[in-house]
């Protein structure tokens, strides 16, 4: 009988101590830790085996560390053990679309097919999945050509975003408006955009993007700066990509103490090699 009590309280401790692990990475991961976070998920899984949960935040971890390998070995688990778990088919996407930059150029329009291949997924899963839907119409509308871009497809896409969402379809018709080099218009549907979307930050982070792209230097500022405060989630830019965006808009507006610091800040939060390259770049260039 003391055995078996002594049994039961060894798995009760085993079994919270793997709950520890995951819950002590997952605040790792909050606290932007992720070298921390890294190996807490990478223990969880090895206590918890291919638990959709822990695969996910994995890969997640994985794709912010710029280990796109590793990330997509990882997202493809996690979707097998899940095939519907939309976040992951997103995820996979973005993971897909990162590797475009690292593989041989024999194989990048197979990557970029990749990554449009799992939208289309969510939005077969989910025909009215905001995340999806818009993620496809963004790849039609930006991507080149030769890499399937098509910007009929996307057009043909806005009526659908207009129902599920009429914010993001502000947003698509700016950037179709961007294509078209209609700026003034594209402003206009940017600013309405952020007037339907006031508790989201994915319009400011847009709208700021557009600003600096124009030259306008003191406005991009402002909704980065927005952006900031905003409610973020889970796929919105990371904090080296903020950091290097905040950085890019106060050397153009010659404050170098502040371009500096935000550009030190992007390097300590575990940018991607491209963001690395780029700020590495920029701070030479002060």
């Known amino acids: 009988m003391l055995n078996l009590v002594l049994t039961l309280m060894l798995i009760g401790c085993a079994s919270l101590s793997h709950a520890d692990d995951f819950s002590d ?63 992951g088919h997103y995820l996979a996407g973005l993971i897909y679309l990162s590797l475009v930059g690292e593989v041989n150029v024999f194989r990048k329009m197979g ?63 700016a950037a179709l408006a961007v294509r078209a080099e209609d700026f003034s218009q594209a402003e206009q549907h940017y600013l309405r955009a952020t007037e339907l979307m006031q508790s989201s930050a994915s319009p400011l982070f847009a709208i700021a993007q557009f600003y600096y792209q124009q030259e306008q230097f003191n406005k991009s500022l402002d909704a980065m700066l927005q952006y900031q405060k905003a409610e973020k989630r889970w796929h919105d830019p990371s904090d080296a990509m903020i950091h290097f965006s905040l950085g890019s808009v106060y050397a153009r507006l010659g404050n170098i103490e502040l371009a500096r610091s935000n550009f030190e800040r992007a390097l300590l939060s575990y940018p991607n090699r491209r963001i690395r390259e780029l700020v590495t770049k920029a701070l030479s260039q002060l």
């Not at 998920?41 to 085996?49: D, H, I, K, L, Y």
């Not at 905001?130 to 098509?150: I, Q, R, W």
């Open 25 to 87: 990475a997952k605040r790792a991961f909050d606290n932007l830790e992720y070298a921390a976070a890294l190996r807490g998920f990478r223990a969880s899984r090895e206590t918890r085996g291919d638990d959709s949960e822990v695969l996910f935040y994995l890969a997640r971890t994985e794709l912010i560390l710029g280990d796109y390998k590793d990330a997509r070995q990882t997202v493809e688990a996690l979707l097998e053990v899940d095939p519907t778990h939309l976040d």
């Open 111 to 173: 990557m970029a097919k990749s990554a449009v291949g799992a939208w289309k997924r969510m939005v077969e899963l989910d025909d009215n999945n905001l995340l999806g839907n818009y993620a496809v119409f963004s790849f039609y509308a930006n991507a080149p050509g030769f890499a399937g871009g098509d910007l009929d497809e996307a057009k043909a896409l806005l009526p659908k975003l207009q129902i599920i969402s009429p914010a993001y379809a502000e947003m698509a018709r």
